[in-house]
């Protein structure tokens, strides 16, 4: 069957299109060529209105453990946004920590069509793959938690040859499932443990004598080299602790050049300057990222309301506790693997810190002068649940809207902020590269995110609204797979997304050394601690689909 | 000889994961001579029992009359639709059975609830309230030099517990094997696991179990700097609960073990978020992790799955079309005698010992062939134990891990899962 899209304006930055007026075709799920016959089955006519690729978000934490330990934690939450199941929907529940099927349905209500899990634990990537294939309508993925594991440290502190680690990280990429690789808090989930509480760039762990620098060159390096296409996915030191932006800053400068992606750059751009000796280093921050063309960010944008932090920064988290509200909050030291914390959290426009990091994200997004590189997240649910993505959109497509907000926040955060002196309006160009674009191109999605010929026909339609809340909030299509699953911001069909994976190659003796580790330290054997992609793809619940990987390379 | 295992001629499986305990050992070696299944290492005699157990021949049963499957599962659909509060019960499955109970209970507006959750409630209510900071198996096996076991017999609800995590040959951060202390809190409490080259030292506050609470309470108490006013507490002499508190605070890493179903203490929430407070309070200054033990017959399996898909820890009800949390209300036990509930749905797949609750309702049972049942339920089917006639996914008692369970003979009966996706097809 061949579908039309006809004439809509078609924002489609992969391909170079900047809101030209054009038809799409799409046949079995994919973007053709206009046929030569000019026969159509069925066309839809989107005259005066916006045409993009489905939404990717790179940065979601929508499935594993830490997610459920949130779910169960905040009843009173849920109670307030309880969804009914529907002839094509099930039940369930929303807002900052919803329930997989409900968030699966809301984020293709938003017009997404792809979700990425930034930090499973190897250790529960069983666990966090049934959450994710729990998770209707949008393709996932996921990025494995390295860096405070015990094989990798002991790797690194008895100067394992490099190729070996790059072995080791390719293997828990396999066996994990995943398509890329994130370090949280370099080496300080381990150090926690041996009762660190604090563990800065060049800080040695006192048990192992590695610092996070080594972690952090030590795995973007590996990556670089095993030809992953997402770079070293970093939540780096020090995250909300006030000053940690000459701590970023040193991260950045330290790189070497190497690809990395800071994530939620947002937590880690606070000075000590000011009577509260907090203040943004939104501007500092912006200028090292404009300058250093390997390193990509996403802001983790706060917005006020109540939400719940889930990390697996257990140190940092632990530090927050004193923060969490309501008053309850989980600690965890995970299986020599890794760790969580989750403490709720609820972000309010007239606490002066929390209004000044709202205007500390929307500083980096305004400064930061290249699209490709700064992705739109809030860090679900970190800095605010992504049901408020269209919201964010507008902060930053209008500054009136912009400015009239900034008068609800606290003075002094607003005198504190250069925000009110930033004119930059985002185009819809710049959102549909932050949103579609930007993160298919890091992650190395070549089919997705884009509108051209062989694309996945996962697309998104909008009226033209100058409300770009309302426009963003309810599309009025759209498509995965060439089908249509939701019309006017409601679903009209219930389909299951596939996972994408990454496999980049490793030598196989790296198992035995592992098989060995599994079994003196374990209390999981070796095989099983392995997914295969049956687990997957048995149930119906969407397939596996790898990404390419460039070749193995060493230096 | 396979490590897959699957194929019909493979005739010893290794690593093989046993779902009869909520520890979910994965090391055991079993081999099939035909239909039946031998142990051959690493079995506790919980899982020789359900590994080796002779089942008897079962057929789907209409009021104790052999049907076909497709009779059973047209009957109960059509008592389902006639229901105006079915109650899926036990819930003791795999991953893939509790996705299709809550499938079918979202359709048909149940209550969901399994056979424990009275038990797991003291822990859910501690988590809703206050939280806690948590380890688990493979951490606590490795890094901790001081092990409580707080009120409850590990022992002897996990036999391998001591085995595996407390005595083990070798950990990971220094020669050979951690030293460390086991303190057991409460008397009569199995200590026989407690032995072996990594064991310096084992200390007992001899306490009625019943009585436990109030040891915990007094060692907070002590810890908080507050006096107390007798020279013991529940027969444990205050110096030994000082004591105590102090090898707490000296110790690099301490794990405080309960399992909440096996609390003798009047009131396990406030035992449960006594210990966690405990473990706070040490994080001061010191690493410190509660651990939650526990959770066989699926238990953890079924409240995560519920936890995720709905928002909610077990029980939950979907009687208004989206799901509801209450761990009074919407227990089954309340809907039972409520009169609120009208139709029992039993599903209990590892052990025979998991009977439903005495009701003269009508009661469907989807069970293991031979289940102990008081009455003979208006329709019985058959359905497979999961890890022995299919493959599918457990969650571990600590929450974190899960393992991949395999098929070991050919099944003998059909999942859980795939009679009630089939009955829900019939609605
Ligand atoms: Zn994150």
């Known amino acids: 069957m061949l579908i039309k899209l006809t004439g809509g304006r078609v924002y489609d930055p992969a391909n170079g299109v900047d809101g030209e007026i054009r038809d799409i075709y799409v046949r079995d799920g994919k973007i053709v060529s206009p046929p030569e016959d000019g026969r159509v089955d069925q066309e839809y006519g989107l005259h005066g209105r916006i045409v993009m690729a489905g939404a990717i978000d790179p940065h979601t934490h929508i499935g594993g453990g830490k997610m459920t330990i949130g779910r169960l934690m905040l009843p009173e939450d849920h109670r307030g946004d309880p969804v009914c199941h529907t002839h094509l929907t099930r039940g369930g529940c929303g807002h900052a920590v919803p329930s997989t099927l409900t968030a699966g349905y809301r984020y293709a209500e938003m017009g997404y069509t792809a979700c990425f899990e930034p930090a499973m634990l190897p ?98 390096r590996s990556l670089k080299e095993l030809g992953v296409a997402h770079p070293l996915h970093v939540h780096g030191c020090n995250l909300g602790v006030p000053g940690n932006v000459e701590t970023t800053e040193r991260t950045i400068a330290g790189m070497e050049g190497l690809p990395v992606h800071l994530t939620h750059i947002q937590f880690h751009s606070y000075g000590t300057e000011g009577d509260l000796k907090f203040s943004s280093g939104g501007a500092r921050i912006a200028e090292m990222v404009n300058k250093h063309k390997n390193i990509s960010i996403d802001v983790g944008q706060v917005l006020f309301g109540q939400t719940c932090t889930a990390s697996g920064d257990s140190m940092r988290q632990y530090g927050n506790t004193k923060s969490a509200n309501p008053k309850k909050w989980v600690v965890m030291d995970i299986e020599c693997d890794a760790g969580c914390g989750v403490v709720p959290m609820k972000y309010r426009d007239k606490s002066f810190v929390n209004a000044l990091q709202w205007a ?172 295969s992609d049956a687990e997957i793809e048995d149930g119906g619940r969407g397939g596996v689909i790898i990404q390419p990987t460039a070749a193995r390379s060493t230096s | 000889m396979s490590a897959m295992g699957e194929n019909a001629d493979a005739s010893t499986f290794e690593n093989v994961v046993c779902p009869f305990c909520g520890l979910l050992c994965d090391d055991l070696e079993v081999e099939r001579q035909g239909t039946d299944l031998k142990i051959r290492k690493n079995g506790c005699h919980r899982a020789v029992v359900g590994f080796e157990r002779a089942l008897p021949a079962s057929k789907p049963q209409i009021a104790g009359k052999d049907v076909s499957l497709d009779e059973a599962m047209t009957a109960v659909a059509q008592m389902i639709n006639k229901a105006s509060l079915p109650m899926y019960g036990g819930l003791s499955t795999d991953v893939g059975g509790m996705r299709a109970a809550l499938s079918l209970a979202d359709r048909s507006s149940g209550v969901v609830d399994h056979a424990f959750s009275g038990a797991a409630k003291h822990n859910m209510a501690v988590l809703q309230q206050a939280g806690w900071i948590t380890s688990t198996l493979t951490e606590t096996r490795n890094r901790a030099d001081l092990i409580v076991i707080a009120g409850s017999d590990i022992h002897k609800l996990h036999h391998r517990f001591f085995e595996r995590i407390v005595c083990p040959e070798e950990t990971m951060f220094q020669d050979g094997a951690i030293k460390r202390t086991v303190v057991f809190i409460g008397d009569g409490l199995d200590q026989s696991g407690a032995k072996g080259a990594c064991i310096d030292e084992v200390i007992t506050l001899p306490c009625p179990l019943e009585q436990a609470d109030e040891v915990l309470a007094a060692l907070l108490a002590r810890m908080r700097g507050k006096p107390i006013a007798s020279q013991d507490v529940a ?193």
Not at chain 1, 141 to 158: H, I, K, N, T
Not at chain 1, 162 to 170: H, L, R
């Open chain 1, 123 to 220: 250790a529960n990537a069983r666990q966090a793959h049934m959450e994710m294939a729990d998770t209707p309508m949008v393709d996932k993925g996921a990025f494995a938690m390295l860096g405070s594991d015990d094989f990798f440290l002991r790797q690194l502190a008895a100067k394992d040859d490099i190729e070996a680690i790059k072995d080791y990280v390719a293997w828990t990429i396999h066996a994990s499932q995943a398509i890329a690789v994130k370090v949280v808090n370099p080496g300080g989930i381990s150090a926690f443990k041996f009762n660190q509480r604090e563990l800065d760039l060049d800080e040695q762990h006192v048990h192992y004598g590695i610092t996070p620098r080594d972690v952090l060159l030590t795995l973007s």
């Open chain 1, 360 to 531: 500390i994200g929307l500083e980096l997004f305004l400064l930061i002068d290249d699209p490709w590189r700064i992705f739109l997240t809030t860090d679900h649910p970190n800095g605010a649940p992504f049901t408020c993505y269209p919201h964010l959109i507008r902060l930053l497509m209008d500054k009136g809207f912009r400015n009239d907000m900034m008068q609800k926040i606290h003075p002094d955060a607003a005198a504190a902020s250069i925000l009110g002196t930033l004119d930059r309006e985002y185009t819809l160009y710049e959102i549909a590269i932050m949103t579609r674009a930007g993160p298919a191109k890091s992650l190395g999605l070549r089919d997705r995110g884009h509108l051209g010929v062989g694309a996945h026909a996962d697309i998104t339609v909008y009226d033209d609204n100058p409300d770009r809340e309302a426009m963003f909030g309810t599309p009025v299509f759209v498509f995965k797979n060439g089908e249509v699953i939701v019309r006017g911001g409601k679903i009209v069909k219930v389909v299951h997304g596939d996972t994408h994976v990454a496999r980049p190659d490793f030598d196989p003796s790296i198992e035995k050394s592992l098989r060995d580790y599994f079994s003196r330290y374990h209390t999981m054997s070796f095989d099983n601690f392995k997914l």
């Open chain 2, 235 to 427: 027969g444990v002499a205050v110096s030994d609960i000082e004591d105590l508190a102090k090898r707490l605070h000296e110790a690099s890493y301490s794990v405080l073990v309960w399992a909440v179903g096996e609390l003798k203490v009047p009131e396990p929430e406030l035992f449960v978020h006594t210990l966690c407070e405990t473990v706070k309070l040490l994080n001061r200054t010191t690493r410190s992790a509660g651990l939650s033990m526990g959770g066989g017959e699926g238990a953890i399996t079924a409240n995560s799955v519920c936890g995720w898909q709905s928002g909610y820890p077990l029980p939950v009800s979907y009687a208004s079309g989206a799901p509801k949390y209450d761990p009074e209300f919407n227990s089954i036990d309340y809907k039972i005698a409520s009169g609120e509930g009208d139709l029992l749905v039993w599903l209990a797949s590892f052990t025979t010992d998991l009977e439903p609750p005495e009701t003269s309702l009508p009661t469907i049972v989807l069970g293991t062939p031979g289940i102990k049942l008081k009455r003979q339920p208006e329709v019985f089917i058959p359905v497979g134990t999961p890890g022995i006639d299919h493959a599918g996914q457990l969650i571990r008692n600590d929450s974190v891990v899960s393992l991949p369970l395999r098929a070991l003979l050919a099944p003998r009966h059909p999942s859980a899962a795939e009679v009630l996706s089939a009955i829900e097809a019939k609605l």
